[in-house]
């Protein structure tokens, strides 16, 4: 999909989506049509918002662009290599492992609890045979962990001894080791109290930042998408309903659903919440 | 799973059944013959050794011995399902005939045991839940882990070197006395001791699997809501989480069939209690393949019905299997 | 103004350090420690005992407990002292062996189904399914049948054969479970291997879950054993095991020697005890949540 | 207006392998009748604990340590089990987070709904009971009623279930509700119904709402009062215009501004440092002060009392002493 008035220059589209589709079959009579035909386009250092609620077929699509899921029909185009191709995928295997990176929702469950956070984070260049650049695995990891703001003292912890938002720092840590282009991020935050929400936030701001990756972040909180993303698209019963740059989108929103979830949204603001539910 | 024909769902599980013991037999057929011994002792017995080699040959071909082992098999099966199991090595008659007298005796005893097992083990369940890490619970609990570590062979022989032979309250073996066996007072005193171990030993650990069930069950959340809406702890107990251990009842008693039927077996052993046990027992010492075989698929058959009976009463009974059914009740998001 | 409220923003405190108490109450420090003594006394028996376990002295059969016969003699003249803790070791390596088998067994087979494809799985579980149909009585009467002779390993074997069938059924489905857990995703899109996913991520997590099983399994293949040989049917009279000696025991009902069935259940069900008293400690420690009744 | 409820110096601990978690730690507060208080913090700072120990709804490692409860002016401080169960439902009932697990799955959801029914009123008559249950599920806003009392939890969906739960929770007519983040487990859109059926429920029924939550907009929308929650304490208590509009204490100020519905986009998101303390061995003092950027020095000493600032609001900070330097806050009253 093309939006309105914007050009997009191919040389930079890091990620291409093409009629991505995915069904659930559940049994004989019941298909699940969890993605239905969505297209985008993720540019190279943008971050790529995807919103909609439970079931709306988010995390899916990302598990297809990810290759967990090989979807029914469409196309992923990474870097110019199409990955829903078997052929393809094995050719470029180290590639696609390595500079496409995921981060998910639930840090108690995307963390293997009988490794030590050394162990997990080192665990991709282990895979990889990556040569560590400071060194060791252990001084490898140890840099990647003060990287996203914690000390040395928590490699030799288990991750049940940290935090939610401990955990979290560490799934990104274990992500960055290996240099990504493109971070995936499958309801990062959602777990997350609002003061831990606001650090993670922030981190990935200055992470982009620094390393200049794109990142394919999902959410349902419309608001954290809102103050991190360049563009958003807006996901409903699996298709893609509205793609737009953020402030275009929160401004003058086009799909009534898109409409109905922003007026949903409730706001930290007493008089505002009242004329709102007056209205209703 | 919705099925429209009931008719057809009563066929795909009773297809489920012959397909099951089918198998069953097979396995059961290969591995008597993978047996040592020669199966012509099976049919002639010490005449055997006797036989010229001629005579051998014709008794083989008659057997059908010599044809490929999936043809003898189709012949045993062909005979099989006309209940004809062959002749019992032991007993010089039709192996039927011999577990046909015998079966009654073994029901009794592990029929009434089963009950009572599980009469008992759901009491047992439901007292250890109300007063959980209480005294009552914990003297529970350990006086169970004890009898539960107790092999039935050694209760048996303590409880008879205790009331037969020290106390002489109660006979040590058989089923009744010899021509007394229409005396139901007779009999009630020749099963007590079995019964006893039979119940005893196997008790606790069903008791134990109820109680962590309910253990499970309290600890969900959907107690706490119970609790909110003022029912009391037993209404909550008995109305709420008793009736969703019902289904996991029902399978813990399908899968125990053959458990307590094994022990059964040992039981009846030790006390030469006249059942399919001792049966067993003799024919596995004279290599009795017929017999063994036809215990085999009898007990086997058995244990696969059980399972098939109750997997069909939970999916009739149990709400939580029937989740593809129906339609979603959901909210109308409003759009525009 | 009052130096207290000077503005001194963020300081570093440190928090008192969160000592977990030690708990001995719940750990089964009574049981381990006569699980040990058993043990050791079984292993370590050249040094203390008395007589050769297997010398029958014919003057003294059935004798009594006494200051030479600490526990007795039994009907061949054997004394049950040595013998108790030289047929330990037979016990309790039948106990150990036959576990090990069947834990073998039911991870390879318990892996298998829950990775297999759906069909393959439905297969294997009927299979297993049937398997668990026949008493294992029977089946372990018939395969002993087919090995002919008992000795201590067939006996392992055959226990063990027939015993793994409920780990099994628990490593697959913490297999499946684990299978579509969240971490083993994010390990294959890190491109790992099969074999790495199975030995980093998958046997660490469900190790600890079948413990408790193969614990208890211990404890059913001893008594199995015992069980096995009381009938006749296991280990012969010679080779010394706690089994074997009892299956002495019927036949000193009727002449009163209580020793020959007492002393070796008397072991035996203490060893049985604190094996299952370790193994629920396993579960326990497991599963902690609270009531909510 | 009359108190409701009210709470006084209340402390409740846990009892652990770790040592004693001091849950909720003094705190006192009171319930008007007709009132939806919120109570507000992060996860683990005690408000589902305060909550739950209102109704005695706690595991058995949890105890009232001090302080009392006070619901209609009945100290229920030390009532029993018997006890409770006749409060329960009558006087006060609860919503729970998770309405795919707070429902038995194997009861038809009329059949739950008719239990709460019959519990407070067990000589109605059969076709009473249903009446009032249609009536209770036509309430809460599930159609076609009279079709959907048969079937079980299953077949409904998450905003249903909910909707349900609210039916058992008011069928005995309570007068107090207490809504432990009854909305955090839906999607915003169910949310926002949720929400209004709530407050409408609430309009009608005159019933005294505790609502828990973590999120400040659900907070603004239903809210008169506001109890802001930290490492087991109240901190900052007001209606819900001096909360948001005049916030006094910094946790609320960090609060407010870590959230990024109200940053600018380009800016920096505000966070706060550190993590919660935990409360197995609470900070000397006040407990936010290492992650306070206008901590005084007596912070980290003392424990700063409730200060009155208005009839309505209170907070617990030392900034509002009168020793204390004056510090313009940095969020409120902008609007």
């Given at each position: 999909m093309i939006v309105k008035g914007m050009v997009i220059i191919m040389a930079d589209v890091l990620l291409d989506v093409q009629h991505l589709t995915h069904f659930f079959k559940i049994n004989k009579n019941i298909t699940i049509?969890?993605?239905?035909d969505i297209s985008f386009q993720i540019r190279k250092g943008e971050i790529f918002g995807l919103v909609g609620e439970s079931g709306s077929g988010k995390s899916t699509a990302a598990r297809c662009i990810m290759n967990v899921y090989r979807p029914v029909s469409g196309k992923v185009i990474y870097k110019g290599i199409n990955t829903c191709d078997p052929v393809e995928f094995r050719q470029n295997k180290k590639l696609l492992q390595t500079s496409r990176q995921f981060i998910f929702q639930d840090s108690t469950s995307s963390?293997?609890?009988?490794?030590k956070v050394e162990d997990i984070i080192a665990e991709p260049m282990q895979i990889h045979h990556v040569r560590p650049k400071r060194g060791t695995l252990r001084s490898e990891a140890e840099f990647q962990l003060y990287y996203v703001?914690?000390?040395?003292?928590?490699?030799?912890?288990?991750?049940?001894?940290?935090s939610g938002g401990m955990r979290q720092r560490v799934a990104i840590a274990r992500a960055l080791s290996m240099e990504p282009e493109l971070l995936v991020a499958d309801?990062?935050?959602?777990?997350?109290d609002v003061s831990i929400q606001a650090q993670i936030i922030n981190l990935f701001k200055h992470l982009q930042k620094e390393h200049g990756f794109s990142i394919l972040f999902i959410a349902h909180d419309l608001a954290v998408v809102k103050y991190l993303c360049d563009r958003v698209g807006v996901m409903y019963h699996g298709r893609l309903v509205e793609v737009a740059p953020t402030e275009e989108l929160f401004e003058n929103p086009k799909h009534p659903y898109t409409k109905a979830l922003l007026s949903a949204i409730p706001v930290p603001d007493p008089r505002l919440e009242r004329v709102k539910g007056a209205v209703n | 799973m919705r099925h429209k024909n009931i008719f057809l769902y009563y066929i795909q599980k009773f297809i489920v059944f012959v397909l099951s013991v089918l198998v069953l037999s097979v396995v059961v057929f290969y591995v008597s013959r993978l047996?040592?011994?020669?199966?012509l002792y099976s049919y002639y017995g010490d005449r055997v050794e006797k036989m010229s080699d001629s005579e051998r040959e014709w008794a083989e071909n008659q057997l059908g011995l010599n044809e490929p082992i999936h043809i003898q098999y189709i012949h045993w099966f062909a005979n099989a399902i006309r209940g004809n199991f062959g002749i019992s090595y032991?007993?010089?008659?039709?192996v039927i005939k011999i577990i046909g007298g015998r079966l009654p005796n073994t029901l009794i005893l592990g029929g009434i045991g089963f009950v009572l097992i599980y009469v008992l083990a759901l009491g047992l369940g439901i007292l250890c839940t109300w007063y959980e890490d209480k005294w009552p619970d914990r003297l529970l609990c350990k006086i169970g882990t004890v009898t539960s570590c107790i092999p039935e062979f050694w209760l048996s022989i303590a409880l008879i070197f205790l009331?037969?032979?020290?106390?002489?309250?109660?006979?040590?073996?058989?089923?009744?006395?010899i021509g007394n066996g229409e005396n139901v007072i007779d009999r009630i005193s020749h099963l007590t001791l079995p019964m006893t171990v039979v119940v005893v030993s196997h008790l606790w650990y069903y008791a134990y699997m109820i109680r962590n069930k309910l253990l499970e069950e309290v600890r969900t959340e959907y107690v706490l809501l119970a609790k909110s809406k003022g029912l009391s702890k037993k209404n909550i107990l008995f109305k709420h989480c008793l009736r969703n251990i019902v289904p996991s009842y029902l399978s813990i008693m399908a899968i125990s069939v053959p458990h307590i039927l094994g022990g059964t077996y040992i039981v009846e052993t030790v006390f030469s209690y006249p059942g399919i046990g001792t049966l067993s027992y003799e024919s596995a010492r004279y290599q009795d393949y017929n017999m063994l075989m036809a215990l085999c698929i009898l007990s086997g058959a058995l244990v696969i019905l059980c399972n098939i009976v109750v997997q069909i009463v939970n999916e009739r009974i149990?709400?939580?299997?029937?989740?593809?059914e129906g339609l979603q009740v959901s909210e109308v998001i409003e759009i525009g | 103004m009052d130096e207290r409220f000077v503005q001194v923003g963020i300081r570093p405190v440190t928090a008192l350090p969160v000592q977990e108490k030690k708990q001995y109450?719940?750990?089964p420090i009574f049981s381990m420690t006569v699980f040990m003594v058993i043990a050791m006394g079984c292993l370590f028996c050249n040094f203390f005992i008395?007589?050769?376990?297997?010398?029958?002295d014919l003057y003294n059969t059935?004798?009594?407990?006494?200051?030479?016969f600490y526990f007795g003699t039994d009907a061949m003249g054997r004394d049950i002292f040595s013998m108790i803790w030289y047929g330990g070791r037979i016990s309790l390596f039948i106990g150990f062996f036959a576990s090990v088998i069947s834990t073998v067994a039911a991870i390879v087979f318990g892996v298998f189904s829950g990775l297999a494809p759906k069909w393959a799985d439905d297969c294997l579980m009927r299979f297993t399914e049937i398997f668990l149909s026949i008493p294992s009585l029977l089946l372990v009467i018939m395969i002993q049948a087919i090995l002919g002779k008992a000795n201590v390993f067939s006996i392992s074997f055959v226990i063990g054969i027939t015993s793994w069938t409920s780990i099994a059924k628990v490593v697959r489905t913490e297999v499946k479970q684990i299978r579509d857990s969240e971490y083993v995703i994010a390990a294959r899109c890190m491109g790992a291997g099969f074999f790495r996913i199975m030995w980093r991520h998958l046997t660490p997590n469900f190790i600890s879950s079948i413990m408790f099983m193969v614990v208890m399994n211990i404890r059913a293949a001893m008594a199995a054993e015992a069980t096995l040989s009381f009938m006749g049917m296991?280990?012969?009279?010679?080779?010394?095991s706690w089994g074997s000696m009892l299956s002495l025991a019927e036949r000193s009902l009727l002449s009163g020697a209580w020793w020959i069935i007492l002393v070796p259940g008397v072991f035996l069900v203490m060893t049985l005890l604190c094996i299952t008293d370790i193994g629920n400690y396993l579960r326990k420690s497991v599963n902690n949540r609270r009531s909510n009744l | 207006m009359k108190e409701l409820l009210e709470i006084k110096n209340l402390s409740v601990s846990f009892n652990t392998l770790k040592g004693e978690i001091?849950?909720?730690?003094d705190v006192s507060l009171s319930l008007h009748e007709g009132e939806v208080l919120a109570i507000v913090g992060?996860?683990?700072?005690?408000k589902s604990v305060l909550c739950k120990s209102i109704m005695k709804l706690?595991?058995?490692?949890?105890?009232?340590k001090s302080g009392s409860i006070i619901v209609d002016g009945v100290d229920?401080?030390?009532?029993?089990r018997k006890d409770m169960e006749r409060l329960r439902g009558r006087v006060f009932s609860m919503v729970f987070q998770d309405p795919m697990t707070s429902?038995?799955?194997?009861?038809?959801i009329g059949e739950q709904i008719a239990e709460a029914v019959r519990v407070?009123?067990?000589?109605?008559?059969k076709a009473e009971v249903y009446e009032r249950v249609i009536s209770m599920m036509d309430l809460v806003g599930i159609p076609d009623a009279e079709d959907r009392y048969?079937?079980?939890?299953?077949?409904?969906s998450g905003g249903m279930r909910q909707r349900s739960v609210m039916a058992i929770a008011l069928a005995s007519e309570p007068k107090i509700l207490l809504a432990d983040e009854?909305?955090?487990?839906?999607d915003v859109t169910i949310q926002a119904q949720i929400l209004d059926l709530l407050k409408s429920l609430q309009k009608k029924l005159l019933t005294a709402t505790i609502l828990v939550s973590h999120d400040l907009g659900v907070v603004s929308r239903v809210a008169d009062r506001v109890a802001v929650m930290y490492a087991g304490k109240i901190v900052e208590l007001g209606t819900v215009e001096d909360i948001f509009?005049?916030?006094?204490?910094p946790y609320t100020w960090g609060l407010m501004r870590s959230l990024p519905s109200l940053a600018k986009k380009g800016q920096e998101l505000y966070t706060i440092p550190g993590m919660p303390p935990t409360l197995i061995n609470p900070p000397k003092g006040d407990a936010f002060a290492c992650r306070?950027?206008?901590?005084?020095?007596?912070d980290y000493e003392e424990m700063p009392p409730m200060f009155k600032i208005s009839d309505t609001h209170y907070a617990a900070t030392?900034?509002?002493?009168?020793r204390a330097p004056k510090i313009a806050p940095p969020v409120g009253s902008i609007r």
């Open positions: 049509k969890a993605v239905d963390l293997n609890g009988r490794m703001g914690l000390d040395k003292s928590y490699l030799d912890k288990y991750p049940y001894e940290l309801e990062p935050i959602a777990a997350l | 047996a040592p011994g020669d199966p032991k007993y010089k008659t039709d009331f037969s032979i020290k106390l002489k309250l109660l006979p040590s073996s058989g089923a009744y006395s149990d709400p939580r299997m029937k989740k593809d | 109450k719940d750990k008395t007589k050769d376990p297997a010398y029958m059935n004798a009594a407990p006494g200051a030479e296991g280990l012969p009279l010679e080779v010394i | 001091q849950a909720v730690r992060e996860s683990g700072c005690g706690l595991h058995d490692n949890a105890y009232i229920i401080t030390h009532y029993g429902l038995n799955p194997t009861i038809p407070h009123n067990p000589k109605m008559k048969k079937l079980y939890p299953y077949s409904f009854p909305t955090t487990s839906l509009y005049e916030p006094r204490h306070n950027e206008y901590a005084l020095a007596i030392w900034l509002l002493d009168e």
